[in-house]
């Protein structure tokens, strides 16, 4: 007879083994048999204690004192240990002994989330009726075998969860330890879900804090030197243009208008980089670098403003006719490092490619190499470097809390390096190299079996051919009010890298302790340096503004008409007429009067911020004839019409400030507080108020004569603007705030407050330029003493 057919042998999985996944019933049952073995609480609490026990009862009836006591010594602390376990035991979980940062919100629910040494423990936690478990099994099992949703790929499933907004390359990373909210179209990391306000500041102060901002787009204009600079001139105020910026050596910061409407129609700050010349050519090639929210309003500015220039031009000139403009916001992701250590932070994370060219390798590591105080290096330098992938030597070293104790001999100085075009040019500006970094030669899981053939671990990879480079374009930044920088301002860097590398770069930069905010923690960060940030502070001014306003005050009244009148401040009690927008219709026709405004109903008052230098050397004496003078002069450098006369009262009642408020004395100013100027008596009975409480005449627990004066009810003050974001600020140790007024009213307080005013009722000795108002929180009866200055 033959032999049966032996059976075909098992074929092999291909991939990964698969993980072998316990059932919590396997987990409870684990804990039954362990216990019944003897391996239960007893032995886990005495430990080797039980050993001795059984020592013990092998001895002879003799008893020696000493030992004995020591034996009843080490039951009693037995005792007491067990005791305390059980109490601890009893409180709290098995996932909640982990560090607080590696705690995942799961793992009340699943066993499999902690680790090893806890999951029975954490499976005997679980209430039987729990089905969550169960869930995470059936999916893991389905996962195991390849059938779950395999119609779809991971790539397939993201891209769906991205159909109403993007998100940014680091978006897994951050969805794990942010809370994440919708803005400009993105998924954005509002704040760390560890408490992150001091934290932050800290790390801002002392080391670094660092955030995906690859948000923002980036615009490409290419074309003639002349149509570049004539297309910006007519629709942006501020310096782009000349030597210091042409050549590529830094980034020139602007903000953009409509077309022929300077000061009026702002949309928002931009930022503008040049590339370095690099050849004979009369094209240049421009980068301007916007906010999301005004990008595409500014992509669809530029292809109108572009086709009005060459309407006026006529027909018969090729003006802008050869003007490219491009977007780059697939091609470019940015990451934002600021803080002291920053420069430190960038050297332990990157490693700079050998160049060709010795020279330019000498400048790029003597400078690299001084990064260690950003705040050293002139603002806007820009600096082009290739580095090698910063996943060949993660990870990179821990930044130490004690300071640095190397001098800075070589970092960035005007008087030993200036910027230059030839520092700062990249192979970033090549759209080839661009496209060719895009793509990441190695993965995670290669470069993993090369350390495992190094055999030592911990042992760096070296850079081969194959290896990837990546050109990167570092400028330094700096958040301060212009002109010039303060004690409170915060330094850093900016980096633009091509696609797919920010993900990598910043999990390396994370590996340093450098702490990783969101909005939230930027928005602060601001605020501390005195600082606007856009668009969150450009409410009124700017469309961009409004729109962030309007859904922060929907959610504000949302959550206010959800708490019973008890519960929730009751505005009108409180004098509060408009607690969730600024009434500029109001405040800006204050000053009108009644037979104007019956004439003007058609067209509200809009307020237009005056921008920088214009609102930084206002004088007591400036009048509405002043005002247009100046903005006429401005028009005309850009080519513009002159404003006509007739628009002369309405500039000077329509224009609003930015401001600083800092606290004299206690209190602090909240979000949407009330601004009140003080002239005239008025400001003479708050200062001398002050000056007496400030002598500490008062005992404790009295009603001061400060807090009377700013018990005073709202409609006997004048109103000339509102707080946009204020709170206690740890820099200067009182409250602080950043809002807006009215350009009218901080000229009635600089006339209150200047020396020609002596004799007139309101100025005293020693306040002499300062501005003084009264801030009033929307919920609050109590106004609070401050002084106001212009951010610029």
Same mark, same amino acid.
């Given at each position: ?13 291909y ?7 316990n059932?919590t019933?396997?987990?409870l049952?684990?804990?039954?048999r362990?216990s019944?073995?003897?391996k239960?609480?007893?032995?886990q609490?005495?430990?080797d ?6 020592e ?8 020696q004192v ?8 080490m039951e009693i ?5 067990? @005791?305390?376990?059980?109490a601890?035991?009893g ?10 940062h590696?705690?995942r919100?799961?793992?009340? %629910?699943?066993p499999?989330?902690?680790?090893k ?9 679980i209430?039987?009726a729990d089905n969550?478990a ?5 999916i893991?099992?389905l ?7 395999s ?6 499933l993201?891209?769906? =969860? ?5 998100w940014?390359?680091t978006h ?11 803005h400009? !179209?993105? =998924?954005?990391p509002?704040s760390?879900?560890?408490?992150s306000?001091?934290?932050?500041? =800290? ?9 995906d901002?690859?948000?923002?787009g980036? @615009?490409e204009?290419?074309?003639?030197r ?20 042409e ?6 910061g602007i ?8 000061p009026q129609g702002?949309?928002g700050?931009?930022?503008v ?22 990008f595409n309003?500014?992509?669809t500015?530029?292809?109108?403003t572009?086709? %009005?220039i ?11 006719? !050869? ?5 780059l916001?697939?091609q470019?992701e940015?990451?934002?490092?600021m803080?002291p ?8 994370v990157l ?9 330019k390798q000498?400048?790029?590591l ?7 105080d ?6 806007g ?5 290739q580095a090698?992938?910063?996943?060949l %030597? ?8 004690a ?31 661009r496209?060719?970094?895009s793509e990441?030669?190695h993965?995670?899981f ?7 053939k190094?055999?030592?671990? $911990?042992t760096?990879?070296?850079p081969?051919q194959?290896?990837d480079r990546?050109p990167i ?7 301060h ?10 330094h ?12 990598y770069?910043l ?11 969101g ?7 601001h ?12 409410s009124?001014v ?8 309007? !859904?922060?005050a929907?959610?504000?009244k949302e959550?206010?008409?959800r ?12 004098g509060?007429?408009?607690?969730w ?7 800006l026709?204050?000053d ?5 405004a019956?004439?003007?109903t058609s ?11 214009f609102s ?8 509405p ?9 401005f028009r005309r450098?850009?080519?513009l ?7 002369t ?5 329509e224009a ?7 606290v004299?004395g206690?209190g602090s100013p909240?979000?949407m507080?009330m ?7 008025k400001?003479?009975k708050?200062i001398?108020?002050?000056e007496?409480e400030?002598?500490?005449?008062n005992?404790?627990?009295e ?11 709202s409609?006997h003050?004048?109103?000339? $603007?509102?707080?946009?974001s204020?709170?206690?600020s740890l820099?200067?140790g009182q ?10 009213g ?5 006339q209150a407050?200047?020396?020609?005013a ?6 005293v000795?020693g306040w002499?330029?300062?501005a003084l108002v009264?801030v009033?929180?929307?919920?609050g ?11 610029g």
């Amino acid at each position: 007879m033959s032999k049966p057919a032996s059976k075909a042998a098992p074929q092999k999985p291909y991939g990964r083994p698969q993980k072998v996944v316990n059932k919590t019933v396997d987990l409870l049952k684990k804990n039954e048999r362990a216990s019944a073995a003897g391996k239960g609480k007893e032995r886990q609490v005495l430990g080797d204690v039980m050993g001795l026990v059984d020592e013990v009862k092998r001895l002879p009836n003799l008893i020696q004192v000493e030992k004995f006591a020591q034996t009843r010594a080490m039951e009693i602390h037995a005792f007491q240990t067990a @005791i305390k376990s059980a109490a601890t035991q009893g409180n709290t979980r098995a996932f909640q002994s982990l560090p607080r940062h590696l705690r995942r919100r799961a793992a009340s %629910h699943n066993p499999r989330r902690v680790p090893k040494r806890l999951r029975s423990r954490a499976a005997a936690e679980i209430d039987a009726a729990d089905n969550i478990a169960k869930k995470h099994r059936k999916i893991a099992k389905l996962r195991a075998k390849g059938t779950l949703r395999s119609h779809l790929s991971r790539t397939a499933l993201f891209r769906i =969860r991205q159909r109403s907004k993007r998100w940014l390359p680091t978006h897994i990373w951050h969805a794990k330890r942010h809370h994440m909210v919708n803005h400009w !179209g993105w =998924r954005l990391p509002m704040s760390p879900t560890l408490k992150s306000f001091r934290p932050a500041y =800290r790390a801002g102060r002392r080391k670094a804090v660092a955030w995906d901002v690859s948000y923002y787009g980036v @615009i490409e204009m290419e074309g003639r030197r002349e149509d570049i600079v004539r297309l910006l001139g007519g629709v942006t105020d501020g310096k782009f243009a000349g030597d210091m910026f042409e050549s590529g050596a830094r980034v020139a910061g602007i903000s953009f208008y409509q077309y022929d409407a300077f000061p009026q129609g702002l949309i928002g700050p931009g930022e503008v980089i040049w590339q370095p010349i690099t050849h004979a050519k009369n094209d240049r090639k421009v980068w301007i670098r916007l906010h999301p929210s005004i990008f595409n309003h500014v992509w669809t500015l530029f292809k109108t403003t572009s086709l %009005h220039i060459l309407s006026e031009a006529g027909s018969s000139s090729n003006a802008s006719q !050869g003007l490219q403009i491009r977007d780059l916001r697939d091609q470019l992701e940015a990451l934002e490092i600021m803080g002291p250590k920053s420069g430190e932070v960038l050297r332990r994370v990157l490693r700079l490619c050998k160049s060709e060219e010795s020279l330019k390798q000498r400048v790029s590591l003597l400078v690299f190499n001084g990064l260690q105080d950003p705040s050293n290096i002139p603002d806007g330098t820009v600096i082009g470097l290739q580095a090698y992938d910063p996943r060949l %030597h993660f990870p990179p070293p821990k930044l130490s809390e004690a300071e640095q104790s190397g001098t800075n001999d070589g970092v960035l100085r005007d008087d030993i390096i200036g910027p230059t075009g030839k520092l700062a040019f990249s192979l970033l500006w090549d759209a080839e190299s661009r496209e060719n970094a895009s793509e990441v030669t190695h993965t995670k899981f290669q470069l993993d079996a090369r350390r495992h053939k190094l055999g030592l671990p $911990g042992t760096r990879l070296h850079p081969g051919q194959s290896d990837d480079r990546l050109p990167i374009m570092l400028f330094k930044r700096s958040t301060h009010p212009p002109p010039s920088t303060t004690p409170q301002s915060f330094h850093g860097f900016t980096l633009l890298l091509p696609t797919a590398w920010a993900q990598y770069l910043l999990t390396s930069i994370a590996y340093t302790g450098t702490l990783i905010g969101g909005l939230n923690e930027r928005k602060v960060q601001h605020r501390e340096a005195g600082v606007h940030s856009f668009p969150e502070y450009f409410s009124g001014v700017c469309e961009a503004g409004d729109r962030w306003h309007e !859904g922060k005050a929907a959610f504000e009244k949302e959550t206010w008409d959800r708490k019973p009148p008890g519960k929730r401040v009751e505005f009108a009690k409180v004098g509060t007429s408009s607690p969730w927008t600024p009434d500029w219709d109001k405040l800006l026709g204050a000053d009108t009067s009644a037979e104007e405004a019956s004439l003007n109903t058609s067209s509200p008052c809009k307020p237009y911020l005056l921008p920088h230098p214009f609102s930084t050397y206002i004088s007591p004496s400036l009048d509405p004839l002043q005002l247009l003078e100046q903005l006429n002069t401005f028009r005309r450098q850009r080519s513009l019409a002159a404003l006509p006369p007739t628009k002369t009262e309405a500039l000077f009642n329509e224009a609003v400030l930015h401001v600083d408020i800092d606290v004299l004395g206690r209190g602090s100013p909240g979000d949407m507080a009330m601004i009140c100027g003080l002239v005239g008596e008025k400001r003479e009975k708050w200062i001398q108020a002050y000056e007496r409480e400030d002598d500490g005449f008062n005992f404790a627990g009295e009603v001061t004569e400060l807090q009377k004066l700013g018990q005073a009810p709202s409609s006997h003050q004048r109103l000339i $603007g509102y707080t946009d974001s204020g709170n206690i600020s740890l820099t200067r140790g009182q409250g602080h705030a950043l809002g807006t007024i009215t350009l009218r009213g901080y000229v009635e307080l600089l006339q209150a407050s200047y020396p020609s005013a002596a004799g007139q009722i309101g100025h005293v000795e020693g306040w002499d330029g300062k501005a003084l108002v009264c801030v009033k929180n929307r919920d609050g009866t109590v106004g609070r003493f401050g002084e106001v200055r212009v951010c610029g």
